[in-house]
């Protein structure tokens, strides 16, 4: 794939956002970004970099992202969403992609954004994977603050639970699982592969997220932190509290916006309200 | 080369989308790809990129996009709340004008003269619709087609949430056969701790002969055959259309496939090039299971080819 930036694209008059969506270089991949940005920005330029979670949850979130960018800018914030390699349009396979590929492309996510715009400060936003993945490039690039929206804590069981839906296509084919679970773990540390919601999840994504101490790799970050347990997600979002013990927590009621749903959601405006204030506090 | 690009609907909202340019020779047949349901155009399981690149490299240019109210796309189409309702917004054709729009625009800024649209379920029917109204438009994959339409209600929604698949309802029953000899099961039922509602819906779904389909009792009172899709079609196929229908075996649409347009499709006595049916064995609604989309991408890549020659004697 070649890499094809677009021309900076102008806004109606009237338009309180300017939108641009290009590729950009990221260890020898294109990456699909867009970046939004106020069309009057003020003196004080303040940047936010979304993290999306992975897979299937980020297909299903997209929307609520996109419209939360929106809301950013219309606040006077420059955000850039971006997608990892392997994930969304940007280049490559899921399969090729790991954890430490995501933190990096996260990072040179942050460089992008000040080559687009004079930011003075920047805060990473994160969802679910995509909130452990910006934890950890916090604690390597020391943003201005951080933003964790239902944060996965116990990452070896959620990547078990995701596993799951492997046994329920066996069950819908086979009428019975073959492969239990054992046997699938027992598949990825061999070096295989395991196809999950039309996904290949890989040995190496697996193995790394599973070994992570988010103690050790998140914890060095020491700046305002806010914490956003949505749904049934406070157990997880409270055990993630821990590693930032000055962090603020707060607690939304809503279904799940990134997991299948017989409901559709779009915009949380109780979560968007305070997070946007949080912001606007902390940045 | 993969470009990404901004054009606008016929009402000015700014569309977002990937067009997926081949490098070297461009066919003068293009593709367009249709979103499943109310979700971005990199479709369930990156699908959708996928087929473009496959597509792509064969020489076709394919152009990815959100219409409005999608995706990264401009504007609100959809309400919250219970996804019936935007169910029926896509089957009564809520996206076929900014797919016709889409087309408009892979043609203009590619060597594209005729175009194929393709989509999975809820893209199958804006395939469907934007053919009809499209006269850009030679051929449509259509990928576990709903020949049905959803009728939204407050009671259909209920029904949607807590349905539960047949197999579901098969693993169900054995686990409660099993527990019927446990005490402690006994004394969840008679405390009122179990799940009376899942036990119901089990049993009801295992009863019936053919759970899945809209013949159900059920299904019968909130799913009707989509007229206006079977007219559109019709239309599609007078107009010379190729078509290739894509049937995985284990989808419940499949059933409704085969029960209410198949016998329809007989009756109209097509000619034999008007379409083709192609049945994915053991494959599931969505086609997650990356070995049935491997399948299909094979099969959708022969009969564009297929379709090119035929339009443009290419060899």
Same mark, same amino acid.
């Given at each position: 794939?070649? !890499?094809?930036?677009?021309?900076?694209?102008?806004?109606?008059?009237?338009?309180?956002?300017?939108?641009?969506?290009?590729?950009?270089?990221?260890?020898?991949?294109?990456?699909?970004?867009?970046?939004?940005?106020?069309?009057?920005?003020?003196?004080?330029?303040?940047?936010?970099?979304?993290?999306?979670?992975?897979?299937?949850?980020?297909?299903?979130?997209?929307?609520?992202?996109?419209?939360?960018?929106?809301?950013?800018?219309?606040?006077?914030?420059?955000?850039?969403?971006?997608?990892?390699?392997?994930?969304?349009?940007?280049?490559?396979?899921?399969?090729?992609?790991?954890?430490?590929?995501?933190?990096?492309?996260?990072?040179?996510?942050?460089?992008?954004?000040?080559?687009?715009?004079?930011?003075?400060?920047?805060?990473?936003?994160?969802?679910?994977?995509?909130?452990?993945?910006?934890?950890?490039?916090?604690?390597?690039?020391?943003?201005?603050?951080?933003?964790?929206?239902?944060?996965?804590?116990?990452?070896?069981?959620?990547?078990?639970?995701?596993?799951?839906?492997?046994?329920?296509?066996?069950?819908?084919?086979?009428?019975?699982?073959?492969?239990?679970?054992?046997?699938?773990?027992? %598949?990825?540390?061999?070096?295989?592969?395991?196809?999950?919601?039309?996904?290949?999840?890989?040995?190496?994504?697996?193995? %790394?997220?599973?070994? !992570?101490?988010?103690?050790?790799?998140?914890?060095?970050?020491?700046?305002?932190?806010?914490?956003?347990?949505?749904?049934?997600?406070?157990?997880?979002? %409270?055990?993630?509290?821990?590693?930032?013990?000055?962090?603020?927590?707060?607690?939304?009621?809503?279904?799940?916006?990134?997991?299948?749903?017989?409901?559709? %959601?779009?915009?949380?405006?109780?979560?968007?309200?305070?997070?946007?204030?949080?912001?606007?506090?902390?940045? | 080369?993969? +470009? =990404?690009v901004i054009f606008q609907n016929a009402d000015g909202y700014r569309m977002f989308g990937i067009l997926h340019?081949?490098?070297?020779?461009s066919s003068r047949l293009g593709v367009v790809l249709c979103n499943v349901?109310?979700?971005?155009r990199?479709?369930?399981?990156?699908?959708y990129?996928?087929m473009a690149? +496959?597509l792509?490299?064969?020489?076709y240019p394919v152009l990815r996009f959100d219409p409005k109210g999608i995706?990264?796309s401009?504007?609100?189409v959809?309400?919250?709340?219970?996804?019936?309702?935007?169910?029926?917004k896509i089957q009564t054709g809520c996206l076929a004008a900014d797919t016709c729009d889409a087309v408009a625009y892979l043609i203009s800024q590619t060597s594209v003269e005729r175009v194929i649209l393709a989509g999975l379920c809820g893209g199958s029917i804006t395939a469907l619709f934007a053919a009809d109204r499209s006269p850009h438009v030679s051929g449509q994959i259509l990928i576990?087609h =709903?020949?049905?339409?959803?009728?939204?209600?407050?009671?259909?929604?209920?029904?949607?949430?807590?349905?539960?698949?047949?197999?579901?309802?098969?693993?169900?029953?054995?686990?409660?056969?099993?527990?019927?000899?446990?005490?402690?099961?006994?004394?969840?039922?008679?405390?009122?701790?179990?799940?009376?509602? #899942?036990?119901?819906?089990? #049993?009801?779904?295992?009863?019936?002969?053919? =759970?899945?389909?809209?013949?159900?009792?059920?299904?019968?009172?909130?799913?009707?055959?989509n007229?206006e899709g079977w007219n559109a079609l019709k239309r599609c196929i007078s107009r010379g259309h190729s078509i290739l229908f894509?049937?995985?075996?284990?989808?419940?649409?499949?059933?409704?496939?085969?029960?209410?347009?198949?016998?329809?499709?007989?009756?109209?006595?097509a000619?034999?090039?008007a379409y083709?049916?192609?049945?994915? =064995?053991?494959?599931?609604?969505? #086609?997650?299971? +990356?070995?049935?989309?491997?399948?299909? #991408?094979?099969?959708t890549?022969?009969w564009v080819?297929?379709l090119d020659?035929k339009l443009f004697?290419?060899?």
């Open positions: 794939m070649s !890499l094809l930036d677009s021309p900076f694209l102008s806004w109606r008059d009237d338009d309180p956002i300017m939108e641009e969506a290009f590729f950009f270089p990221s260890r020898g991949r294109s990456l699909y970004a867009v970046w939004h940005a106020p069309a009057r920005a003020g003196e004080q330029r303040r940047g936010v970099i979304l993290c999306s979670p992975l897979a299937r949850e980020k297909f299903i979130a997209h929307r609520v992202l996109v419209n939360f960018a929106r809301r950013l800018a219309e606040a006077g914030f420059d955000v850039l969403r971006f997608d990892y390699m392997g994930e969304g349009d940007s280049e490559g396979n899921f399969e090729e992609a790991t954890f430490e590929s995501r933190i990096m492309d996260a990072l040179e996510a942050i460089s992008v954004l000040r080559q687009r715009s004079p930011v003075d400060r920047i805060a990473l936003l994160g969802l679910r994977l995509g909130a452990v993945i910006a934890a950890i490039a916090a604690a390597r690039s020391k943003p201005d603050a951080l933003m964790l929206w239902a944060p996965i804590f116990d990452l070896k069981a959620y990547f078990h639970q995701w596993l799951r839906t492997n046994l329920t296509h066996q069950m819908l084919i086979h009428k019975k699982v073959t492969n239990n679970r054992e046997a699938l773990i027992e %598949q990825l540390m061999a070096g295989g592969i395991v196809s999950v919601e039309g996904f290949l999840m890989s040995n190496a994504l697996y193995q %790394q997220a599973i070994q !992570l101490d988010l103690r050790d790799e998140a914890g060095g970050y020491k700046g305002p932190v806010l914490i956003a347990a949505i749904g049934k997600s406070s157990g997880e979002a %409270q055990s993630f509290g821990a590693v930032y013990p000055e962090s603020q927590l707060i607690e939304i009621e809503a279904e799940p916006f990134w997991g299948e749903s017989t409901r559709y %959601q779009a915009c949380l405006p109780e979560l968007f309200d305070l997070s946007c204030c949080w912001l606007e506090e902390n940045l | 080369m993969e +470009v =990404p340019q081949p490098d070297s020779t349901s109310v979700r971005s990199t479709g369930i399981g990156r699908f990129v996928k690149r +496959v792509c490299q064969e020489g995706g990264d401009e504007g609100e959809f309400q919250e709340g219970p996804a019936v309702y935007n169910w029926h576990a =709903p020949p049905m339409i959803d009728i939204p209600s407050e009671a259909y929604a209920e029904y949607v949430a807590s349905r539960i698949e047949p197999w579901e309802a098969k693993r169900n029953t054995k686990n409660y056969l099993i527990k019927l000899f446990s005490l402690s099961a006994w004394r969840r039922i008679l405390t009122g701790k179990s799940n009376y509602k #899942l036990i119901f819906r089990t #049993l009801l779904t295992a009863k019936a002969s053919n =759970p899945a389909s809209s013949a159900s009792k059920e299904g019968k009172l909130h799913r009707i055959f007229e894509i049937l995985p075996e284990l989808d419940r649409e499949t059933i409704d496939f085969r029960a209410e347009l198949v016998p329809r499709l007989a009756e109209l006595k000619p034999s090039s083709d049916l192609i049945e994915i =064995p053991q494959a599931n609604h969505l #086609l997650t299971l +990356v070995e049935h989309q491997e399948i299909l #991408l094979e099969k890549c022969a080819q297929n020659a004697a290419r060899v």
